[in-house]
């Protein structure tokens, strides 16, 4: 099992970046998928989830509006793009994976989880 995030970096406010999750190992479309963030001293948050079909989303209320949560069953992959970005959204972001209907705020919720991935945005 992997989940493999990509597309980090470094933007200056008001910016955008995308960042995707490849899935390997395990049924994808059988398992609901979210966004965690955890910013330095912070716990780690829920910013986004998708359900398995991709019909429902939730968004935290900070990022609703600027953050798009997506998938794509047929090539197991997740994206989240995040739009108009703030340095209040600096944190390290993990892509992660859930067997169970709806969606976790908890991380013991979840069942799989990708390395961390940073974004920071500065300015």
């Known amino acids: 099992v992997q989940l493999q995030a990509s597309g980090g970096g470094s933007v200056q406010t008001g910016g955008s970046l995308r960042l995707s999750c490849a899935a390997s190992?395990?049924?994808?479309?059988?398992?609901?998928m979210s966004w965690f963030r955890q910013a330095p001293g912070k716990e780690q948050d829920l910013v986004a989830f998708?359900?398995?079909?991709?019909?429902?989303?939730y968004y935290t209320d900070s990022v609703k509006g600027r953050f798009t949560i997506s998938r794509d069953n047929a090539e197991n992959t997740m994206t989240l793009q995040m739009n108009s970005l703030k340095p209040e959204d600096t944190a390290v972001y993990y892509c992660?994976?859930?067997?169970?209907?709806?969606?976790?705020?908890?991380?013991?919720?979840?069942?799989?989880w990708g390395q961390g991935i940073q974004v920071t945005v500065w300015g």
């Open positions: 992660a994976a859930r067997g169970r209907t709806g969606w976790a705020n908890r991380r013991y919720e979840y069942d799989y």
């Open positions: 190992g395990f049924a994808f479309n059988s398992y609901g």
């Open positions: 998708i359900s398995r079909s991709g019909g429902s989303t």
